[in-house]
């Protein structure tokens, strides 16, 4: 056999077993490779046939539907945390009011012609009413004598001060109601108002104070004392229209009602400073809200605990005080 002069072949290499491997491995035919250029699999690929899609699939959503309660029960646990802090900022912007003050309470007005007219902690009246600034307008919750509200001098916001002018506060994160202004649908800026016995200058429809004393200072708090008097907390969407939330001592009737956002439960901030989340039990309080129109109008419920609990935490008693059956 002859071979081109100066080329070199494997034949000429010395031959070992590794130089026979090489030769061999060099000299196998390669594998023939698909039209689409992947070699074809030796064994067959297995997959989910239908029936066992569906069980997965099955699966999937029981556990879903195991979670998503737990998942909403820990997002109104977390909005209920917010509430508390929101409402403790508000009791200690009040405290702070009151000692540089002379310890006197800020003013707590009881209808909206008064609010526009006096310096107010809060001004604005709420409602479903299209095109009602007030329920936007941030200017009556912390900038005291900024701007207007409804048209007049501001006179609302005195504890803006002492909140950084954080008008975030005002609002529990629950609260989802909405009002048109404009071509806008936008969310309503309050949902909390504040216990018409508390820096009030004249006590709920003229009770005498035989029965109940108004507290308008910070040395009035003795019989109930600061940590079982609420101040501040929330009230219903179809409820809350002024910053003055009234408990009547010598009736039944719930002329305002406190709201229920947290599980059943309401965000309450006390005289001494703290704030916690308080269980409503009757239906006349857990009953869902009419978001969109301002329908409540009071309304009698003897024996309501819900109402005696308000009573009891709400006014300085008087000798004659009973709780209303």
């Known amino acids: 056999m002859e071979f081109a002069k100066g080329r070199r072949t494997t034949l000429d290499l010395p031959v070992d077993a590794m130089n026979i491997q090489a030769i061999s491995n ?12 992947a070699a074809p699999s030796r064994r067959r690929l297995r997959a989910f046939t239908l029936i066992e899609l569906l069980v997965v699939i099955a699966i999937i959503a029981i556990l879903a539907s ?3 309660p737990a998942l909403s029960q820990a997002k109104s ?8 802090n929101n409402s403790k900022q508000l009791a200690l912007g009040w405290t702070m009011y009151a000692s540089d003050n002379h310890d006197k309470l800020v ?4 209808n909206a012609s008064v609010e526009y007219s006096i310096p107010n902690w809060c001004q604005g009246n709420l409602d479903f009413t299209p095109q009602n600034t007030d329920n936007t307008n941030i200017l009556g919750l912390v900038w005291f004598k900024v701007g207007l509200v409804f048209g007049q001098a501001n006179l609302g916001g005195m504890l803006g001060n002492y909140l950084s002018h954080n008008y975030l506060v005002f609002k529990c994160p629950a609260d989802r109601s909405t009002a048109v202004e404009g071509s806008q649908v936008m ?5 909390v108002s504040m216990n018409c016995w508390v820096g009030g200058e004249k006590a709920w429809a003229g009770t005498s104070p035989s029965i109940a004393r108004n507290m308008e200072m910070l040395a009035d708090f003795v019989n109930t004392g600061p940590a079982d008097i609420w101040i501040i907390h929330d009230e219903r969407p179809d409820s809350i229209n002024d910053a003055y939330f009234a408990v009547d001592v010598t009736d039944s009737n719930l002329a305002d009602v ?4 947290h599980i059943g439960a309401g965000g309450h901030a006390y005289a001494d400073g703290h704030a ?17 129109t301002q329908t409540w109008g009071g309304g009698s419920f ?10 009891q935490h709400s006014v300085q008693f008087g000798p004659s005080f009973t709780l209303i059956p």
């Open 258 to 261: 406190p709201a229920a956002y």
């Open 77 to 84: 646990q977390a909005q209920g945390v917010t509430c508390m």
């Open 26 to 37: 060099r000299n196998r035919r390669p594998a023939v490779f698909s039209l689409l250029g």
């Open 187 to 191: 969310p309503r800026i309050r949902s």
């Open 276 to 292: 916690d989340i308080h269980l409503w039990k009757t239906a006349a309080i857990l009953k869902a809200p009419n978001q969109y």
């Open 107 to 110: 003013r707590n007005g009881g």
């Open 66 to 68: 195991m979670l998503l």
């Open 302 to 311: 003897p024996n309501n605990i819900d109402h005696q609990w308000l009573e």
